[in-house]
């Protein structure tokens, strides 16, 4: 079938001739017969029909396909897959003709011609419609190569809507909503799907969904939903400002929480929309549902987080039913990414410090959050705490200390049996430094851990009394962010009191697979090499390695998996042994899997300062951007290359996420930019070269000379030539070996009349001025007023 699509592109077809074989006739010359293989029952019967109604090729294959993927359907509807499978051979063959019989939604629904673009002769576009009850009906896919991969085609409209301004930011939440790995390729024409068999489904099922709102409204159904779908019911006063500007912010909240939002027409009962109300004595306002799909944990942030925002838009809204009737909007899901023992908890906040539970830009409520693992948000002045019954007791009990911290003082039952609490002793005298203005220095730590950190007693609280000895600090947290909390409260602490730390410390090395920690104690200038400048070297280690890396005085503090404490002290070791050798590494990476090495030949031995920079500044960016740790060091063999050590792979096409990929395509184009530059210049060299070789064969005389065809023939030639005595011409002389002045028509030259000619400045920029004009008096009136001066201070000359 593929084959005699290709041979009826851009052709008509004559099944005059035997039914196995097709003939074609072009605009300039008959082509031969093309025998076709032996064909089959669904064939002889397709050219038999074909004989009583002609038409154009393009109608006939599309007719045929239509009729063929009927005949499949009805005999084995397990066939579907074969269909689609002849369709993206055929779109593979055509460029777009065999896109047709991709599945069976497009037979019934035919193709329609589309525009051409770069690689395609011919593209064959289809709807993007939805069946008759509303939802989105399945697209069509090419077979993959992979069996966990599943490819998806669009025509050029749907593609430019997949894609829109945020350059396919909506392939990415669908990645992260579904747990697969989604690619756009061929200008956006495919999308590649790789995951299990219920993501691919569910990726293919979202995708619908996008694609389905270019024909509002969306409708959906029990049948769309698969126990990943929670709904919330908005206010229409209030949709645009949920909405936000172009949808700004629906936008945000699904790249927060990785989820897909979007309203919808839902007619189903298996889902309870979350709704409130506008109060006693108000009518109720006509509501638009809210659709949102993703995991259960994913799902219940941006409901709370919606619901916040019309909470806000219309105060009361949602947290009235709280306040009354005890209303979580938390309906039982038996989803099967619900975690055990899930359910929601609620306290009410007075007014007056609601601001302070908040923190400027919701940081305190992120920062307990991601202390206690629950999600919190507040409705109004109540907080909403949703997890699993250890997170929700964590997250109470967090929010209530913290709250403590304005009245008095805190105190903590027995803090040494809670397995998520840390105890740092603090220096009485220096509470302050490490508290910081307004609790600043304290805040920056528990923010870029994701911690709570409180002093126990009246030490550290606003109001308090001067700090006793040695104060106890308090940091609540999932172990590996406690642990990077205590490095660095225990640097701050070594910075301000020498030796009150390191005194205590020595060597401390494990085997364990889990979180731990691994000292070693090193010199100031291996500290000050490792550092970097703000400690730039520092943070690419450990960005690169997954790892905790700091430097307590000068104990090297590694925490983390042994796995990553492996990476972190090889990468430690390999920097250190270049500082040893003058600048110079060898790593062997054989056998590893956290490096991509680039070989470094050609541009004319200057690769390595290309892909280095000045001063290395390009070898730091790239590191800084992306999260590794990038290297040139030599091989086993002796040959220098580029290695970039990370343990996260990255993506070849996302700019947000760093990795190896992306750190490789950003070299590679630095390396393709100046294999440019080197070949211009290698252009550029070769002609000069030329140039100076043949000015030496005319200066050795062997063209210029006296001799026949050579100098003197030239000068003999111009100097006989009628150029001289022409009245206008270029003046006296022999030629071009003799200064020449001007002179017009008629008049003496400029030497002769007692005055040089005119060489000023503005006269040389133009060549209009250095060209004699006629004395013309009408020329003088249509110039403007200082140019009509310069004109007749020049006696009609310029």
């Given at each position: 079938?593929?084959?005699?699509?290709?041979?009826?592109?851009?052709?008509?077809?004559?099944?005059?001739?035997?039914?196995?074989?097709?003939?074609?006739?072009?605009?300039?010359?008959?082509?031969?017969?093309?025998?076709?293989?032996?064909?089959?029952?669904?064939?002889?019967?397709?050219?038999?029909?074909?004989?009583?109604?002609?038409?154009?090729a393009?109608?006939?294959?599309?007719?045929?396909?239509?009729a063929?993927?009927?005949?499949?359907?009805?005999?084995?509807?397990?066939?579907?897959?074969?269909?689609?499978?002849?369709?993206?051979?055929?779109?593979?063959?055509?460029?777009?003709?065999?896109?047709?019989?991709?599945?069976?939604?497009?037979?019934?629904?035919?193709?329609s011609?589309?525009?051409?673009?770069?690689?395609?002769?011919?593209?064959?576009?289809?709807?993007?419609?939805?069946?008759?009850?509303?939802?989105v009906?399945?697209?069509?896919?090419?077979?993959?190569?992979?069996?966990?991969?599943?490819?998806?085609?669009?025509?050029?409209?749907?593609a430019?809507?997949?894609?829109?301004?945020?350059?396919?930011?909506?392939?990415?939440?669908?990645?992260?909503?579904?747990?697969?790995e989604?690619?756009?390729?061929?200008?956006?024409?495919f999308?590649?799907?790789?995951?299990?068999?219920?993501?691919?489904?569910?990726?293919?099922?979202?995708?619908?969904?996008?694609?389905?709102?270019?024909k509002?409204?969306?409708?959906?159904?029990?049948e769309?939903?698969?126990?990943?779908?929670?709904?919330?019911?908005?206010?229409?006063?209030?949709?645009?400002?949920?909405?936000?500007?172009?949808g700004?912010?629906?936008?945000?909240?699904e790249?927060?929480?990785?989820?897909?939002?979007?309203?919808a027409?839902?007619?189903?009962?298996?889902?309870?929309?979350s709704?409130?109300?506008?109060?006693?004595?108000?009518?109720?306002?006509?509501?638009?549902?809210?659709?949102?799909?993703?995991?259960?944990?994913?799902?219940?942030?941006?409901?709370?987080?919606?619901?916040?925002?019309?909470?806000?838009?219309?105060?009361?809204?949602?947290?009235?039913?709280?306040?009354?009737?005890?209303?979580?909007?938390?309906p039982?899901?038996?989803?099967?990414?619900?975690?055990?023992?899930?359910g929601?908890?609620?306290?009410?906040?007075?007014e007056?410090?609601?601001?302070y539970?908040?923190?400027?830009?919701?940081?305190?409520r992120?920062?307990?959050?991601?202390?206690?693992?629950?999600?919190?948000?507040?409705l109004?002045?109540?907080?909403?705490?949703?997890?699993t019954?250890?997170?929700?007791?964590?997250?109470?009990?967090?929010?209530?200390?913290?709250?403590?911290?304005?009245?008095g003082?805190?105190?903590?039952?027995?803090?040494?049996?809670?397995?998520?609490?840390?105890?740092?002793?603090v220096?009485?005298?220096?509470?302050?430094?490490?508290?910081?203005?307004?609790?600043?220095?304290?805040?920056?730590?528990?923010?870029?851990?994701?911690?709570?950190?409180?002093?126990?007693?009246?030490c550290?609280?606003?109001?308090?009394?001067?700090?006793?000895?040695?104060?106890?600090?308090?940091?609540?947290?999932?172990?590996?962010?406690?642990?990077?909390?205590e490095?660095?409260?225990?640097?701050?602490?070594?910075?301000?009191?020498?030796?009150?730390?390191?005194d205590?410390?020595?060597?401390?090395?494990?085997?364990?697979?889990?979180?731990?920690?691994?000292?070693?104690?090193?010199?100031?200038?291996?500290?000050?090499?490792?550092?970097?400048?703000?400690?730039?070297?520092?943070?690419?280690?450990?960005?690169?390695?997954?790892?905790?890396?700091?430097?307590?005085?000068?104990?090297?503090?590694?925490a983390?998996?042994?796995?990553?404490?492996?990476?972190?002290?090889?990468?430690?070791?390999?920097?250190?042994?270049?500082?040893?050798?003058d600048g110079?590494?060898?790593?062997?990476?054989?056998?590893?899997?956290?490096?991509?090495?680039?070989?470094?030949?050609?541009?004319?031995?200057?690769?390595?300062?290309?892909?280095?920079?000045?001063?290395?500044?390009?070898?730091?960016?790239?590191?800084?951007?992306?999260?590794?740790?990038?290297?040139?060091?030599?091989?086993?063999?002796?040959?220098?290359?580029?290695?970039?050590?990370?343990?996260?792979?990255?993506?070849?096409?996302?700019?947000?996420?760093?990795?190896?990929?992306?750190?490789?395509?950003?070299?590679?184009?630095?390396?393709?930019?100046?294999?440019?530059?080197?070949?211009?210049?290698?252009?550029?060299?070769?002609?000069?070269?030329?140039?100076?070789?043949?000015?030496?064969?005319?200066?050795?005389?062997?063209?210029?000379?006296?001799?026949?065809?050579?100098?003197?023939?030239?000068?003999?030639?111009w100097?006989?030539?009628?150029?001289?005595?022409?009245?206008?011409?270029?003046?006296?002389?022999?030629?071009?070996?003799?200064?020449?002045?001007?002179?017009?028509?008629?008049?003496?030259?400029?030497?002769a009349?007692?005055?040089?000619?005119?060489?000023?400045?503005?006269?040389?920029?133009?060549?209009?001025?250095?060209?004699?004009?006629?004395?013309?008096r009408?020329?003088?009136?249509?110039?403007?007023?200082?140019?009509?001066?310069?004109?007749?201070?020049?006696?009609?000359?310029?």
């Amino acid at each position: 079938l593929a084959q005699d699509i290709h041979l009826a592109q851009g052709s008509d077809i004559d099944l005059n001739s035997a039914p196995g074989s097709v003939a074609m006739a072009g605009e300039a010359r008959a082509r031969p017969k093309v025998r076709a293989r032996k064909p089959t029952e669904e064939a002889l019967a397709g050219a038999r029909w074909a004989q009583q109604k002609p038409c154009s090729a393009a109608e006939l294959v599309r007719e045929r396909l239509m009729a063929l993927c009927t005949q499949i359907e009805q005999k084995d509807p397990t066939a579907a897959s074969a269909s689609a499978g002849v369709g993206s051979a055929g779109h593979e063959e055509m460029s777009g003709v065999g896109e047709v019989a991709g599945a069976r939604h497009r037979a019934g629904s035919g193709a329609s011609s589309s525009g051409s673009g770069p690689g395609h002769r011919r593209r064959r576009g289809r709807s993007a419609g939805s069946r008759r009850d509303g939802s989105v009906s399945s697209r069509s896919e090419a077979e993959p190569a992979d069996p966990d991969t599943t490819t998806m085609s669009f025509i050029p409209a749907e593609a430019a809507f997949i894609t829109g301004k945020n350059q396919a930011s909506v392939t990415k939440i669908i990645a992260r909503a579904t747990g697969a790995e989604t690619k756009l390729r061929n200008y956006n024409r495919f999308l590649d799907i790789t995951g299990d068999f219920k993501a691919r489904e569910r990726a293919k099922k979202y995708i619908g969904f996008v694609l389905a709102q270019m024909k509002w409204p969306v409708r959906m159904s029990d049948e769309d939903i698969d126990k990943d779908c929670s709904m919330v019911q908005i206010p229409d006063v209030s949709v645009g400002f949920v909405t936000g500007t172009n949808g700004s912010h629906l936008r945000r909240l699904e790249e927060e929480w990785g989820v897909l939002m979007l309203f919808a027409e839902y007619t189903g009962s298996s889902v309870c929309p979350s709704s409130g109300s506008m109060g006693r004595g108000v009518a109720p306002c006509r509501t638009e549902t809210l659709a949102i799909f993703g995991p259960k944990r994913a799902r219940r942030g941006a409901q709370l987080s919606m619901m916040q925002v019309v909470d806000e838009k219309l105060p009361g809204y949602f947290s009235d039913a709280t306040r009354s009737k005890g209303e979580l909007y938390d309906p039982p899901d038996d989803s099967d990414d619900a975690p055990s023992g899930w359910g929601t908890l609620t306290m009410e906040v007075r007014e007056a410090i609601m601001p302070y539970a908040q923190g400027k830009n919701a940081s305190t409520r992120k920062k307990l959050m991601q202390a206690s693992g629950a999600i919190v948000q507040f409705l109004g002045n109540i907080a909403f705490m949703s997890g699993t019954a250890e997170q929700r007791s964590r997250a109470q009990e967090y929010l209530t200390w913290l709250l403590q911290t304005l009245d008095g003082p805190v105190w903590v039952d027995t803090p040494e049996a809670r397995s998520d609490c840390t105890i740092v002793d603090v220096p009485g005298p220096i509470v302050g430094f490490v508290t910081g203005k307004a609790r600043e220095s304290l805040s920056r730590h528990e923010e870029e851990w994701g911690v709570l950190a409180i002093f126990i007693g009246h030490c550290g609280q606003r109001g308090g009394p001067p700090p006793e000895a040695v104060v106890k600090l308090l940091i609540f947290g999932p172990e590996r962010s406690r642990k990077g909390c205590e490095i660095d409260v225990l640097c701050a602490i070594e910075f301000k009191a020498k030796g009150f730390v390191t005194d205590h410390m020595t060597e401390l090395y494990s085997e364990a697979d889990g979180c731990a920690e691994e000292r070693r104690i090193m010199n100031e200038v291996e500290i000050s090499y490792a550092l970097g400048i703000k400690g730039a070297t520092r943070k690419k280690l450990a960005s690169a390695s997954g790892a905790i890396l700091n430097f307590v005085g000068t104990v090297c503090c590694i925490a983390g998996t042994g796995e990553e404490r492996q990476r972190c002290k090889d990468y430690l070791g390999w920097l250190l042994a270049k500082l040893d050798n003058d600048g110079h590494a060898t790593i062997d990476t054989t056998g590893r899997t956290d490096v991509t090495e680039i070989r470094l030949h050609g541009l004319n031995n200057k690769a390595i300062g290309v892909v280095t920079g000045k001063g290395g500044n390009t070898l730091q960016g790239v590191s800084s951007v992306t999260g590794t740790w990038c290297i040139v060091a030599k091989d086993a063999c002796g040959q220098e290359r580029l290695c970039i050590f990370s343990h996260n792979k990255g993506s070849w096409n996302s700019e947000e996420d760093g990795g190896r990929r992306r750190a490789e395509r950003l070299f590679r184009a630095v390396l393709k930019e100046a294999k440019r530059f080197t070949d211009w210049e290698n252009r550029r060299s070769h002609s000069s070269d030329w140039k100076q070789r043949g000015s030496r064969d005319w200066n050795q005389g062997r063209a210029w000379s006296s001799q026949p065809g050579g100098y003197g023939s030239w000068e003999q030639g111009w100097s006989s030539s009628g150029w001289k005595d022409q009245r206008g011409g270029w003046g006296k002389g022999n030629g071009w070996g003799q200064k020449q002045e001007y002179r017009a028509p008629g008049k003496a030259p400029w030497s002769a009349r007692g005055r040089p000619p005119s060489r000023s400045r503005s006269d040389s920029r133009s060549l209009s001025r250095s060209v004699p004009w006629r004395r013309h008096r009408s020329r003088s009136r249509s110039l403007p007023r200082k140019y009509q001066q310069r004109y007749e201070r020049g006696a009609g000359r310029w």
